[in-house]
């Protein structure tokens, strides 16, 4: 006899959906744009880029992923995150394979557009998807897991780009983005296939919210207040501590191997292995901090976040050793992808989960803009300066203020919604 799906299933399907949002985050940050700072040093002699050229490609990247993280938050609210997730991946596995042909400086800020779009069309909607299968007391939890996938993009992409430079010298760049491409192909028909909506559409409550909800509510009156989201101080609040974030620590990633390399004579293998060294600290740490988020407050785990990045940020410019690099990376690592975790939870506490997407979407504009101007800038100092070195100091006192200015954020008592969270 079937009878109706319930919460006391053995395994609740919410953990498939967190198992399959994982893998979207590893394929749309963990290939698609930290992948990119490995190929770097090479993909910058292949098209002879300066600096500030090579900022210029991670910007256009960031750009596109700006744009898209906005609209695709939204879309994701009104026609589902599967379809737009799932759209967002094929383009970003498309783009990737078409970066490996680039022959041009153009054609090569072509495709990193449009793998950023790729990208803020799938991520941002993965993370808010877990506000919609898990409640309040385990939201922290499961975005601070999914967070995990740009860990485990680190610690797959460190070693396999070192050995594809070293095997292949001259086309090593252009067989990983090949790598890269196909593999987020793969992980978008694993999205089509296994990614739902919402719980209710398999008779289940969202995990960790003890009774059956019932019907959906309608998508129109007291659940989907679209304007509450854009006017909320404490919504636009957030996105200026995120802004923060993405400034600064898109500067950290994106020169690390580079900085390494061009100025301190590490081999490109030797710069991976420490590179993934960030992947390893950073395994649990949307985990660890999303838990800590979840009982201690938002405010105060952002503060110690960005206090611990600013450290992170700071030694690895100044501090110009083996020993330096490693105490940056393992700092860096323990926090790296905690607060696109907190973020995404803290949406879900605001404005309720229904508009979690939207309200990510905008809040990662901020982010977005952030990410935007970081490598640009970051390129331009060491253009003018000949090292990285006042870039990554930088960087550390604009993690710094965001530090600061997360000290003043206000806790949601309840989603801005009027439904619950």
């Known amino acids: 006899m079937i009878t109706k799906q319930t919460n006391t299933r053995l395994i609740h399907y919410a953990w498939v959906v967190l198992a399959v949002g994982t893998l979207t985050v590893f394929g749309a940050l963990g290939l698609a744009r930290f992948g990119y700072s490995l190929v770097l040093p090479s993909m910058q002699t292949a098209l002879n880029l300066d600096n500030t050229g090579a900022g210029g490609l991670a910007t256009a990247n960031l750009t596109g992923y700006l744009l898209m993280s906005l609209i695709g ?9 599967r379809l737009i997730i799932s759209i967002g991946m094929l383009l970003t596995g498309s783009s990737m394979l078409l970066t490996g042909t680039i022959r041009t400086v153009w054609s090569a800020m072509l495709w990193r557009t449009v793998t950023g779009f790729g990208s803020g069309a ?20 499961a975005t601070g897991i999914a ?6 993009g680190l610690i797959v992409t460190g070693p396999l780009v070192g050995r594809l430079i070293s095997a292949f010298p001259e086309q090593g760049w252009r067989i990983a983005w090949y ?44 659940s989907m207040k679209w304007g509450s989201v854009y006017r909320s101080p404490t919504v636009w609040h957030l996105g200026m501590v995120y802004a923060a974030f993405g400034f600064s620590y898109i500067i950290y990633v994106t020169f690390f191997v580079k900085y390494l390399v061009g100025e301190l004579d590490y081999t490109a293998r030797a710069a991976g292995n420490l590179f993934m060294l960030v992947g390893w600290f950073s395994l649990g740490c949307g985990f660890i901090w999303g838990s800590i988020s979840d009982r201690l407050g938002r405010r105060p785990a952002l503060v110690l976040i960005q206090l611990i990045h600013s450290i992170s940020f700071l030694v690895f410019g100044i501090w110009q050793s083996t020993a330096g690099f490693t ?3 393992a700092l860096f690592g323990l926090t790296a992808w905690s607060i696109p975790a907190v973020m995404a939870a803290a949406c879900g506490d605001v404005v309720g989960h229904r508009l979690a ?5 905008f ?47 206000k806790t949601a008592k309840q989603p801005l919604t009027g439904s619950s969270r």
């Not at 739902?196 to 007291?222: F, Q, T, Y």
């Open 122 to 141: 799938s991520n941002v909607p993965t993370m808010a998807l877990m506000s919609a299968w898990f409640g309040p007391a385990l939201r922290g939890l």
């Open 179 to 222: 790598i890269f491409g196909g593999a987020v192909l793969l992980i978008a028909v694993i999205n089509i296939i296994f990614l739902r909506n919402e719980p209710s559409k398999r008779g289940l409550s969202r995990l960790g919210v003890p009774e059956p909800e019932g019907k959906p509510k309608s998508a129109s009156k007291n």
């Open 357 to 361: 997407p939207a309200a990510l979407g």
């Open 73 to 81: 938050g939204a879309l994701a609210s009104k026609y589902g995150p």
């Open 327 to 329: 105490l940056s990376a």
């Open 363 to 409: 809040v990662t504009f901020f982010f977005g803009v952030g990410q935007a101007a970081g490598p640009s800038v970051a390129g331009a100092i060491a253009d003018m300066s000949g090292s990285f070195t006042g870039a990554f100091i930088l960087s550390a006192a604009v993690a710094f203020a965001g530090a600061i200015g997360s000290l003043f954020l």
């Open 147 to 152: 967070a995990t996938g740009s860990s485990i």
